[in-house]
């Protein structure tokens, strides 16, 4: 992991970025709309494995691109959501 990567910090209703490795981040946050896609890998090329609906919880602890990894909270572990779709309470 290269010193000075950006990590993508979500607050509020924006993202904003602060100077961090991009894994062990740990933020609590919830999915906004109905029907996002979780996927195997940080990007729509990637299989979806599933959908999840508005106030899911989901636990970010690294990102790639515009793309947060993390688990649902009660379900799969280790999927992608689009950062767009994740914020905090």
Do not use: H
């Not at 494995?49 to 649902?72: A, E, H, I, P, T």
């Amino acid at each position: 992991m290269a010193t000075g990567a950006l990590a993508m910090v979500v607050t509020g209703a924006t993202t904003t970025t602060a100077s961090a490795a991009t894994d062990d981040i740990g933020v609590n946050c919830f999915i906004t709309e109905n029907n996002v896609n979780y996927r195997s890998g940080p990007g729509t090329q990637y299989p979806s494995y599933g959908q999840v609906n508005k106030g899911q919880g989901f636990y970010m602890y690294k990102y790639s691109g515009q793309w947060f990894y993390g688990d649902l909270w009660g379900g799969r572990k280790g999927v992608w959501i689009y950062q767009d779709y994740c914020r905090t309470p």
